[in-house]
């Protein structure tokens, strides 16, 4: 809990307004929360914090680099990504996280951490399907590339072998034309 510290926002003492805050995330932050994906990230986020009498407003902004591996080849590379986060934080009885964008906080409370908010955003930038830029343009020279390449369906050249009754009844077809 100690690396979380820094990602807590004491906004009991904040003036009503616009605040800034940025942060640094690495691969360390993400092990934090067991997510083993990135060999590498140096990400930076860019959080404006808006104070107001009865809510705050909170918008993420991230972006950089994290070493990931190519789904077809498995080889790692360096994918840039970036990411937008709006989340709106109101007051009330009990604190409850159900809606994505709006956040309840209990009445008293001081502070918000928002690691995991930037987790989140930066995990879901990440596209679904991580293709090595070396792939789509043909610079990159693998034996996985190879192997796929060579069982690919449109480089086999199959023999077409029919059984001989069916070139029978294919002829009556074509006779009826």
């Given amino acids: 809990m100690k690396m979380l510290k820094e990602y807590e926002i004491s906004f009991f003492g904040l003036k009503e307004g616009l605040h800034r805050f940025e942060y640094e995330v690495d691969k360390e932050f993400f092990e934090f929360f067991k997510y083993d994906e990135f060999r590498k990230a140096k990400l930076f986020i860019d959080l404006e914090f808006r104070k107001k009498s009865n809510m705050l407003e909170l918008h993420f902004a991230g972006s950089g680099n994290v070493r990931v591996s190519c789904d077809l080849s498995n080889e790692p590379f360096d994918l840039p990504i970036e990411g937008q986060l709006d989340l ?14 709006v956040l309840i906080l209990p009445h008293g409370e001081h502070q918000l951490n928002v690691a995991q908010y930037i987790y989140e955003m930066m995990v879901l930038a990440v596209p679904s399907k991580k293709v090595h830029p070396g792939i789509e343009d043909g610079t990159l ?12 369906p449109e480089n086999k050249k199959e023999i077409e072998e029919t059984d001989p009754r069916w070139d029978e009844l294919k002829k ?3 006779d009826k034309k």
Avoid: P, Q, T, W
């Fill in 141 to 152: 020279k693998s034996d996985i590339l190879e192997k796929l390449d060579e069982l690919s």
């Fill in 88 to 101: 709106v934080v109101k007051f009330g009885e009990h604190y409850d996280d159900d809606n994505d964008e």
């Fill in 172 to 174: 009556l077809l074509i």
